[in-house]
């Protein structure tokens, strides 16, 4: 449908976590987040990105990139433009989850009708445990034992054995999935595989650095890898069919939730298992990315949990399991 857009409003956010988060590659205090707000026509629709300091990207730097683009996308409004407006990245994301919620209010549509993916069900999300010394991973994984589903960030080399290994005897029962965040060589994963394979890894996420990917070309490691910064968009799905067994999608680096519908089109039909994740933000930030996990075998959308002020507007968390919320206010008609 072509929508009716008068103006576009954006806001920057810094939201304190709960505690300082450890992954190979950078420690986080704060979750930064670009709040996008589109309106015309009596309705607003709101949409949530975060930016990524390994994409080079700032908080300054989404919201320029959204600001540049708003004469335009209020000329040719629609998501469809978008795309062509705007680069893929965490500010075309908050941008098109804005217009979907535009789309939905305006249309009196739900965003899920609209995406063909009515009615939703619920999801379980992982629950995430960042790089800490053994002992301390262990104790965390011991609170969180009676969780379904515990990603272990890994990619500190000396200590990642004893952490896993740690882990998995403090929450026997849980299904594990290990993120190295290109923190591994090639070596290390033809170490660190046999032990994830012997402790039920179920998944492992980028191993190797995005671009040195091509050593993992039919290479059965014994457990099956993802692909998330060596995963983007659409386009990059192709070269990764004969390295991975999985992406996972985020709609930061995808650019939204109308790039994501297309990549898991494409992953399917390449045979590829679709997991989603996310980085940093609020309910606002995940709900687009709960349409996306409608259609995923593995779920990484627990950001807002380790936020300092929980907020759970648009969607729900109950244990591990996620739903709408019933104060709901993105996508609904």
């Not at 956010?13 to 709040?35: D, F, G, K, M, N």
């Not at 700032?58 to 000329?75: D, I, Y």
């Amino acid at each position: 449908m072509r929508l009716t857009i008068e103006e576009v409003r954006t806001e920057t956010r810094a939201l304190p976590l709960e505690e300082a988060r450890r992954i190979a590659r950078e420690t986080s205090a704060v979750a930064e987040a670009l709040q996008v707000t589109v309106s015309g026509a009596g309705r607003e629709g709101r949409g949530e990105a975060s930016p990524t300091a390994r994409w080079g990207e700032s908080l300054e730097g989404l919201s320029a990139q959204a600001e540049t683009a708003v004469p335009a996308l209020v000329a040719e409004p629609s998501r469809r433009a978008l795309q062509r407006l705007m680069p893929a990245g965490a500010a075309r994301n908050a941008v098109d989850a804005a217009l979907w919620d535009l789309e939905a209010k305006q249309g009196r549509r739900s965003a899920e009708v609209i995406a063909g993916l009515a009615p939703t069900h619920p999801v379980t999300t992982a629950y995430t445990i960042p790089i800490k010394p053994p002992v301390e991973a262990a104790e965390v994984a011991r609170r969180e034992r009676g969780r379904p589903l515990i990603k272990v960030k890994l990619g500190d080399f000396p200590e990642d054995r004893a952490r896993l290994k740690a882990i998995r005897q403090a929450a026997p029962d849980a299904t594990l999935i290990v993120d190295a965040n290109e923190g591994w060589s090639l070596d290390q994963l033809k170490a660190m595989a046999p032990v994830a394979r012997d402790l039920g890894v179920r998944l492992i996420e980028q191993p190797l650095r995005a671009g040195a990917d091509g050593a993992l070309e039919g290479v059965d490691f014994g457990v099956p890898l993802c692909a998330d910064e060596s995963c983007h968009t659409r386009a990059d799905i192709p070269a990764l069919a004969g390295r991975y067994q999985f992406i996972n999608i985020k709609l930061d680096k995808a650019g939204g939730l109308t790039e994501a519908l297309a990549m898991v089109e494409a992953a399917t039909a390449l045979g590829l298992g679709l997991m989603v994740g996310s980085t940093h933000g609020t309910t606002l930030g995940m709900a687009p990315a709960f349409l996306v996990g409608q259609s995923c075998v593995f779920c990484d959308l627990d950001a807002p949990l380790f936020l300092a002020q929980r907020e759970e507007e648009e969607l729900a968390y109950d244990g591990s399991r996620l739903d709408w919320s019933r104060s709901r206010r993105w996508g609904l008609a």
